[in-house]
């Protein structure tokens, strides 16, 4: 490791007026922090590493910001990763993360990638970063009514963000990506919850409108997702350079995506690109109205009745 040390900021659930007054500052922070990064996203310090791309490494694709050190976990550097066959693992699983469709091209059923909702290589607070996840496991989990291990989490993203088929847990793919989410989170102990987990919170002043939620769209989302919201394709190499929001590229209907509240906690503090706290809480869930109502991928759990006749109250 480096010679700096950060401060892991432990939220306590459930702590009362201060666990609540510690939520609502840490959020306010993240908000001015995200402002005050906004112009040194575009001079980003490119690792060492990211100049001369080792030939496994996709590293063209990507820019690793800088985070600030003491108020959210640092995730060890690029260029830390050991010359070892464990560091070989650490590689491999950000391939897989970044560039889903090349590294884990048969089990993938649409066009996107892990880190096209976590985001900046699954590095990115309050974007279900994977330093903050992997110490929370084994954990239980509503979705799937008993308690999951990390791994097992990581084939429900294949099975329905990526609307694919799971990678058995004894995979090169899913041991490679639990090995780099556990370097990621090196010096986080098990069982802590760090600030910038998951996505935002969500509470609705009013009812949301789909019809609010096409403006907003058209306003604030089209310009890179699409008119259709079918996203963006590269010019010049395969895949999407703003990945679809809908259609039979995007996630399928038993996605987290999918319900309106995860959506718009995940909207609210990572869309637009780069201004993410920009839109209030109900923009937010009414954006996320106009993405539910569009076509994608059905739930491979759900019969087709199920599937076509869902409640709108979903999430
Ligand atoms: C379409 C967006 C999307 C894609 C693509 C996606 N995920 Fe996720 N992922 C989510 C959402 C949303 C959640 C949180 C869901 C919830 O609230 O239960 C999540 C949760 C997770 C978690 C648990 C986070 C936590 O804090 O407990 C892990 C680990 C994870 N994803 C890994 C992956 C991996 C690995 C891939 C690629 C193979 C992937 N995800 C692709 C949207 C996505
Ligand atoms: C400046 C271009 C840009 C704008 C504007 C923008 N996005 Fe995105 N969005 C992206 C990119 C690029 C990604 C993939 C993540 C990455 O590469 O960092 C993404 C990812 C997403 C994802 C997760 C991946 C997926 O395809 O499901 C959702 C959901 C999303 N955006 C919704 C929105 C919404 C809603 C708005 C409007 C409020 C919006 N975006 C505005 C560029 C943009």
Known sequence: MRGRKWVITLLLLGAGLVGAWAMADGQKQSMDDNMD?????????????????????????????????????????????PESKYGDMIRFGRNIFINTQKYAKRYVGNGLNCADCHLQEGRKPYAAPLWAAYPMYPMYREKNHQVVSFQERL??????????????????????????????STNIPNGTIVAGRGFTRIDKSRDPSPFNGKVIYKQYCAMCHGEDLLGKKYMDRPGYMFPPLAGPDSYNKGAGMHKIKTCAAFVKANMPLGR??????????????????????????????????MPVTEG
């Open 37 to 81: 990064d906004l112009p040194e996203l575009e001079t980003l310090e490119t690792h060492a590493s990211m100049q001369a791309p080792k030939e496994t490494l996709p590293n063209e694709l990507t820019v690793v910001p800088v985070v600030s050190p003491g108020e959210y976990h640092v995730p060890p550097a690029i260029e830390d990763i």
């Open 155 to 184: 084939q429900d993203c294949f099975k329905y963000s990526l609307n694919g088929i799971a990678p058995t847990l004894d995979s090169d793919e899913i041991k490679a990506l639990t090995v780099y989410a556990q370097w990621l």
């Open 276 to 309: 993410p706290f920009t839109l209030t809480n109900d923009q937010a869930l009414e954006v996320c109205v106009h993405i539910w109502q569009q076509d994608r991928p059905w739930n491979p759990k759900k019969s087709m009745f199920m599937n076509l006749f």
